[in-house]
């Protein structure tokens, strides 16, 4: 019998003695992936076929604030301060994650979520909030766990979600176990002040395709995702080497192609998956040119329109020059 | 020691008795691979790492006229109606390929060239002018080669070459033979008069990197390209069967999906190589909505930012109300 989510939270809470408080606030910070999670070996468990590697965006992320309720039947969500119809995915999803911690005995909560970013335009919101929420519902119930075991259950939750537990480089190793009890990301002990992600954004709407489904139709119908995993094996490599010794070039070389990569597998999937809008295109093409015009800068994408670009603070000025529109952060102050 | 282009002519044209004429003209058609040829086995003698598919274009294509200039000591090329600077590439190459020809005695030749379609535009205008050269180089010489030989020639001017020697379907065999004797297209007896193929030309100039250069950048440095030759082995195999039983949405999806793989290899190649403008996006998307909305439309792409479409006959009315710019080409009439 396959395992359930249950099954692993359970294994991590059993015999804790909850210290349940009235109410607790927690954040956790976007990531953006250097090395992409694209592909589950188990999509119950969110196991992935690969390891991945991310940097954590500072102050861009998700604040969630728990608070019981007692007598009430349900939990009631909240999003950006608006009440979210208990029937919608986003609802469904969020008091499925709260139920591997009910057995401890919260009751129903008020759950109050605040995106520092736009839900579902490929800024990984759902990394950030699973985090938040994981964290908020360990502090609610006064627990001590690992942040191995925090990522673990992040992970649960959306599988991006195991490296934005941590501030800066997140390493998520995929693991080889069928439980997944070895799939959780650590922190890489390493700080870039000089490091920026400028965020250019072009579509804050709702994608069509759920990186869920459009990485599961990659995962059935690429034939060139058979291929990904040598990709990323070989990306994590050169990344952790790169950070190791602070190469910014092969960094950012390294993390523009990955994404390349990754959305060159689900354009070859079928139907083709596109996240791209023409203006992705506009702005690709213009990162290349001011790279080309000597500009140390590399791009990235996830599964969306918006494009993330990777440069130093000796860059910053030219940068903000040329992308006016860009929202700069430095991850590491 | 390594063949040389020459080494290959010489096999065929040796022991021929050629009976030359003042002057000759040769047509061929362009062509549309439906699945494409992308990585070289052996880039002096353009042996592809993979078979393909194409379509010719009816008379869409090159005319070429040679014409003996006795006394004179080099060729004279025109393309277009223009005289083409000796120290140019496209010069360069078709002096090349007359080379392979001269021992049998014609002198130099004056080139007139034409074609139907913007050159260098990802048209493949390579593909039918290396073909045309080598039907009027036969043809001046008074020479009788096989299909197949005729074939090869044009494999030597460019590897596309070797399917517009026909018209209609023709299949372009790798060939495992280090001398690539057995890589040659051969003609798919087969005609299908619904057929339609859409032009939709966004640009006419010349692209930034040439097919030749793209192609062995991908092969040098994208991981994804390495289940390229999966890929396009499944594709020959589904559409050789969609032209045998004339099942449309197997071929259409095929060279759709085939297409996207390709495009996928250059994306995924360091630096990226990225031959679409904004349009290509825009046009894309407006196929799948197309498609989406019931008209059986696919889409395919060469080395260059147009975007062509495979559709037959029964939609040609809606596809000209959806695509007003559109140049439809009945590949059978």
Redesign the interface.
Known sequence: MSLTRTDISARILAGRQPDIADSFEAYAPVNIALCKYWGKRNAVLNLPVNDSLSISLGNKGTTTRLTRLPGAEKDKVFLNGKPVDGESAFCRKVVAHIDLFRPLGSGALRVETRNDVATGAGLASSASGFAALTKALVGLYGLTLSNEELSIIARLGSGSASRSIYSGFAHWHRGVRPDGMDSFASSLDVIWPELRVGVLTLAESEKPTGSREGMQRTVDS???????P??AD?DIRRLEHAITVRDFTLLG?TA??NA??M???M??S???L?Y???????V??KV?QVRQDGVQVFATMDAGPNVKVLFESNSEPEMRSVFQSMDVIAPFS
């Open positions: 690429a034939i060139l995702y058979n291929s990904w040598e990709q070989r070389s523009e192609q390349m990569a959305h060159a597998t354009l070859a079928w139907p083709p596109l791209w809008q023409p203006e992705s295109v506009e690709l093409q290349w």
